[in-house]
């Protein structure tokens, strides 16, 4: 079983910055890949990007590329989400996931194991 708690959101005007952080339970934390996902009111939940148990591969949702990154430290059980240039649009509930498996696409909800409640990232014009 993994618990996993977000934290790092808030408002935040356009153009600017937060850093998401997802803290997990248990000593297994580095044998999982883990991603965050958002979910905008009214809309379904999509993928914003996943890395590595090992921390080596990393992949982005093309509306996310070259604006935020994803990191995680294994030893502190975090995974976390910098996020710059900030859009509208990327106003939502960002939600962590965790999963053992290392699959060709790792965007699809249901592959994931343990979730977050999520933490509210609302960007302002």
């Known amino acids: 079983q993994v618990q996993l708690v977000e934290s790092g959101g808030g408002l935040v005007q356009a153009g600017g910055s937060l850093r998401l952080s997802c803290a997990a339970s248990g000593r297994t934390f580095s044998t999982y890949n883990m991603a965050w996902f958002r979910q905008a009111p009214g809309k379904e939940r999509e993928f914003v990007s996943v890395?590595?148990?090992?921390?080596?591969?990393?992949y982005y949702a093309d509306s996310v590329k070259g604006r935020f990154t994803i990191s995680r430290d294994n030893a502190k059980n975090t995974v976390y989400l910098q996020m710059n240039s900030l859009k509208p649009e990327d106003t939502a509930v960002y939600l962590c996931?965790?999963?053992?498996?290392?699959?060709?696409?790792?965007?699809?909800?249901?592959?994931?194991?343990?979730w977050g409640q999520g933490t509210q990232v609302t960007v302002s014009s």
């Open positions: 890395i590595h148990w090992s921390g080596g591969n990393t």
């Open positions: 996931g965790a999963t053992r498996v290392w699959r060709q696409r790792m965007s699809v909800v249901r592959d994931y194991d343990y």
